[in-house]
Protein backbone atom coordinates (compact mmCIF):
# COMPACT_ATOMS: atom_id res chain seq x y z
CA UNK A 1 0.00 0.00 0.00
CA UNK A 2 1.05 3.26 -1.16
CA UNK A 3 0.20 6.43 0.99
CA UNK A 4 1.05 10.28 0.00
CA UNK A 5 0.44 13.01 2.13
CA UNK A 6 0.28 16.99 0.92
CA UNK A 7 2.72 18.83 1.76
CA UNK A 8 2.91 20.90 4.98
CA UNK A 9 3.33 24.77 4.82
CA UNK A 10 5.68 26.48 7.29
CA UNK A 11 4.14 30.35 7.86
CA UNK A 12 7.05 32.97 9.29
CA UNK A 13 4.83 34.57 11.44
CA UNK A 14 6.49 37.48 12.78
CA UNK A 15 5.46 41.43 12.84
CA UNK A 16 2.52 41.77 11.07
CA UNK A 17 3.58 44.31 8.87
CA UNK A 18 6.08 42.09 7.09
CA UNK A 19 4.64 39.56 4.33
CA UNK A 20 4.22 36.31 5.53
CA UNK A 21 6.03 33.69 3.75
CA UNK A 22 5.21 30.35 3.05
CA UNK A 23 7.39 27.64 2.20
CA UNK A 24 6.50 24.08 0.94
CA UNK A 25 8.51 20.76 1.61
CA UNK A 26 8.09 18.36 -1.26
CA UNK A 27 5.57 15.45 -1.71
CA UNK A 28 7.68 12.64 -1.31
CA UNK A 29 6.55 9.01 -1.44
CA UNK A 30 7.92 5.51 -0.10
CA UNK A 31 7.56 2.71 -2.60
CA UNK A 32 8.36 -0.75 -1.52
CA UNK A 33 9.39 -2.20 -4.24
CA UNK A 34 10.22 -5.69 -2.23
CA UNK A 35 7.24 -8.05 -2.43
CA UNK A 36 8.35 -10.69 -0.13
CA UNK A 37 6.61 -13.52 -1.19
CA UNK A 38 7.20 -16.33 -3.74
CA UNK A 39 4.05 -16.17 -6.47
CA UNK A 40 6.59 -14.82 -9.45
CA UNK A 41 8.67 -17.89 -8.84
CA UNK A 42 10.92 -18.86 -11.08
CA UNK A 43 11.19 -15.38 -12.82
CA UNK A 44 12.33 -13.26 -9.62
CA UNK A 45 14.77 -15.57 -8.61
CA UNK A 46 17.49 -13.64 -10.75
CA UNK A 47 15.59 -10.13 -10.87
CA UNK A 48 13.00 -7.99 -8.89
CA UNK A 49 9.50 -8.08 -9.24
CA UNK A 50 9.38 -4.49 -9.40
CA UNK A 51 11.74 -5.01 -13.13
CA UNK A 52 9.88 -7.70 -14.39
CA UNK A 53 8.47 -6.51 -17.68
CA UNK A 54 4.56 -5.98 -18.60
CA UNK A 55 4.15 -4.41 -22.19
CA UNK A 56 7.83 -4.13 -22.64
CA UNK A 57 8.14 -1.50 -19.73
CA UNK A 58 9.24 -2.41 -16.44
CA UNK A 59 6.62 -2.47 -13.42
CA UNK A 60 8.23 0.07 -11.70
CA UNK A 61 7.83 2.33 -14.67
CA UNK A 62 4.05 2.32 -14.09
CA UNK A 63 4.91 3.49 -10.29
CA UNK A 64 7.17 6.40 -11.57
CA UNK A 65 4.60 7.87 -13.85
CA UNK A 66 1.74 7.62 -11.49
CA UNK A 67 3.36 9.31 -8.65
CA UNK A 68 4.62 12.18 -11.29
CA UNK A 69 1.19 12.48 -12.28
CA UNK A 70 -0.02 13.40 -9.11
CA UNK A 71 2.45 15.74 -7.71
CA UNK A 72 5.38 13.79 -6.24
CA UNK A 73 8.84 15.42 -6.16
CA UNK A 74 10.69 12.67 -4.26
CA UNK A 75 10.50 9.03 -4.09
CA UNK A 76 12.14 6.93 -1.89
CA UNK A 77 12.44 3.12 -2.98
CA UNK A 78 12.77 0.14 -0.19
CA UNK A 79 14.18 -3.35 -2.10
CA UNK A 80 15.88 -5.64 -0.04
CA UNK A 81 16.42 -8.34 -2.40
CA UNK A 82 18.37 -7.26 -5.81
CA UNK A 83 18.87 -3.94 -4.74
CA UNK A 84 22.12 -3.44 -7.36
CA UNK A 85 19.77 -4.03 -10.10
CA UNK A 86 16.92 -1.64 -8.97
CA UNK A 87 19.97 1.03 -7.90
CA UNK A 88 21.61 -0.12 -12.09
CA UNK A 89 17.80 0.72 -13.44
CA UNK A 90 17.18 3.67 -11.62
CA UNK A 91 20.31 5.25 -12.65
Known sequence: MLT????????????????????EDPLQAIVLADSFETRFSPFTLEKPRCLLP??????????????????????YIYCGAHTDQVEQYIQ
Do not use: R
Not at 4 to 23: A, F, H, I, L, R
Not at 55 to 71: D, H, K, Q, R, W
Open 4 to 23: TMPPKSKKNVGDKSKDVQET
Open 54 to 75: LVNTPLIEYTFEFLANSGVEEV
